[in-house]
């Protein structure tokens, strides 16, 4: 029966990442059970992230459990401050892999991402929710929800977005991503847009189309404001952003 520890350390893993500064510390145990195989490993990174896996290879089939933090994002992410933590599984199934992921992160945000890769194709449900975005958007309050869907299609990749923002405000966005480029279908409401237009009231939806053309995007796009006032915009919208 074999029990064996194991580190090694990278004095600076910019050699390995680089833009990523300080040391890597890795260390581990590694046991043989009756069916197979136990481990753990913990690692210490840059910025003082860590992060601990413990799992096992038995009978063939491979599980693990991981914890990560990164005490502060801002490292990375400039002009965010916070810790960040993520604690999940990966488990492997007679048809493939399925895997889920609890997420927390600065300005008291939460998240879950969970899916399976089976027949070569990946699909993930994801939540995101945001108690306040005023750190992140000054001048705007309120809290943020993104809930979806995210899987590969015959065509390429396939998502499905809902979000409750600030205001009421809701939107749905569904899209597709492929050899033949994007296409989103999309629909936003605000309920009273004086909360972000000043003087003025009453309720505003937008929707429309998005298709990625060779020469850019056409898009469809239909708005109806406040006091039954209404707009279209039909086009294509270039490279340098401008619409023709």
Do not use: M
Request: charged share 15%.
């Amino acid at each position: 029966t074999l029990n064996a520890r194991y580190a090694a350390n990278v004095p600076d893993v910019s050699t390995l990442a680089p833009g990523v500064t300080g040391a890597l510390d890795v260390a581990g145990n590694l046991q043989q059970v009756t069916t197979g195989w136990e481990f753990v490993t913990d690692l210490s990174g840059p910025y003082d992230a860590q992060v601990n896996a413990t799992g096992a290879l038995l009978s063939g089939v491979l599980g693990i459990d991981y914890a990560a933090r990164l005490p502060d994002v801002s490292a990375l992410a400039p002009g965010i401050d916070g810790a960040a933590t993520l604690d999940g599984t990966v488990q492997q199934q007679a048809d493939g892999w399925a895997f889920a992921t609890d997420l927390t992160g600065p300005y008291d945000s939460t998240g879950t991402v969970s899916g399976s890769y089976r027949s070569d194709r990946l699909a993930t449900d994801f939540a995101l929710a945001l108690p306040n975005v005023a750190p992140l958007a000054p001048g705007v309050s309120g809290p943020l929800d993104v809930a979806g869907t995210l899987k590969q299609v015959d065509q390429g990749w396939a998502i499905e977005t809902d979000i409750n923002g600030p205001y009421a405000s809701t939107a749905k966005i569904d899209g597709t991503l492929g050899g033949q480029g994007a296409a989103a279908r999309y629909a936003v409401q605000v309920p009273d847009v004086g909360a972000v237009l000043a003087g003025f009231s009453g309720a505003a939806a937008l929707s429309g189309t998005a298709t990625q053309v060779a020469r850019g995007f056409d898009i469809d796009a239909t708005l109806d404001g406040p006091a039954g006032t209404t707009a279209q915009v039909q086009g294509l919208v270039g490279s340098s952003g401008t619409l023709e």
